[in-house]
């Protein structure tokens, strides 16, 4: 469910969330989001007040430093990149070949990069080993618009914690319902930063692309749960402690 905050982009619970036998995912203990950087002071006491004790940022380190997050009392901030060079898979904006095609071309690759590139997949697998030291404690992670990073992230983990792929898609494409009040902000402004149709493509979320990256870890590894085990070192033991700790029946 989303989360109403005054600075932070695309805030989400996935409390409540269901599996088929009636388990569901505790609420108040996942959160993902967008960057922290215009987190309010209401914002951040809001989340330290949750409990909030690990926050996972999946930028590279050139967006963390412009953009640096706001710290939260009492929570420790992780950098784990799962695109230690992000401008090496997407183009500059500013180069004058910049267009809507490109930018959705390039988000596709992003998609193919997560699943199958060393840097990724380590930083997926040290997800997890934070997720399993953490007791139970509540987590937040995110990227820059907590879409694509962080939403492979989500889709890991829910398919770690047995929800179905159906929901696991709905459960991502509620972007967009974030993205269509950024976009209409967009198209109110008088000198936008680049046109609208290249906007969409930059706050959009698409299913294919999420199925594009399902089905490259099929390849390789035939299926999701394969490859969180022999990749990510998340197996039955691993998905027990993640039971236990977010689940409730």
Not at 148 to 167: K, N, P
Request: aromatic share 10%; hydrophobic share 40%.
């Amino acid at each position: 469910m989303f989360l109403q905050f005054e600075g932070i982009e695309n805030a989400r619970d996935l409390g409540g969330l269901c599996r088929a036998d009636g388990a569901r995912i505790k609420p108040g203990l996942l959160f993902r989001t967008g960057r922290l950087e215009h987190a309010t002071d209401g914002d951040i006491a809001r989340l330290a007040g949750a409990g909030v004790r690990t926050i996972i940022d999946l930028r590279d380190p050139g967006e963390r430093l412009r953009a640096p997050d706001r710290m939260v009392p009492g929570a420790e901030n992780l950098s784990l990149p799962a695109l230690p060079d992000l401008s090496g898979v997407m183009k500059p904006m500013d180069d004058g070949g910049f267009s809507a095609q490109r930018v959705h071309d390039d988000f596709i690759q992003i998609y193919r990069y997560l699943a199958t590139s060393d840097a990724s997949i380590e930083a997926y697998k040290r997800f997890f080993a934070v997720l399993l030291a953490s007791g139970g404690a509540p987590v937040l992670w995110h990227c820059t618009q907590g879409k694509d990073r962080t939403g492979v992230a989500a889709l890991l983990l829910l398919t770690a914690l047995g929800i179905d792929g159906e929901t696991i898609e709905r459960e991502y494409l509620l972007t967009n319902e974030y993205a269509a009040e950024q976009l209409a902000g967009f198209e109110r402004m008088e000198n936008p930063p680049f046109p609208l149709d290249v906007a969409r493509e930059v706050f959009t979320v698409y299913a294919d692309n999420l199925r594009l990256y399902t089905r490259c870890v099929q390849v390789e590894y035939g299926t999701v749960l394969n490859y969180l085990e022999l990749a990510l070192d998340v197996g039955p033991a691993e998905i027990e402690t993640l039971e236990r700790y977010y689940l409730e029946w």
